[in-house]
């Protein structure tokens, strides 16, 4: 399979932003993450962009 992804960008997600500050408020630990994508895939660095928005963000890949 060969998927692209190209157009897609990440942007802000008001109800993740919303959750964060619950579990900021109630001294819960968040642990954003994604699991692996298939290597042909185009424009992987997507999840890189990603990263930007959320800092503590984790690709299963690197597990």
């Known amino acids: 399979m060969?998927?692209?992804?190209?157009n897609y960008f990440p942007k802000r997600n008001k109800d993740y932003e919303l959750i964060k500050e619950l579990c900021i408020q109630n001294n819960i630990n968040l642990i954003a993450l994604t699991t692996p994508i298939c290597?042909?895939?185009k424009n992987r660095a997507y999840f890189a962009a990603v990263k930007s928005y959320i800092p503590k963000f984790i690709t299963m890949k690197t597990l």
């Not at 060969?2 to 190209?6: G, L, N, P, Q, V």
């Open 39 to 41: 290597e042909n895939v």
């Open 2 to 6: 060969k998927y692209d992804i190209t």
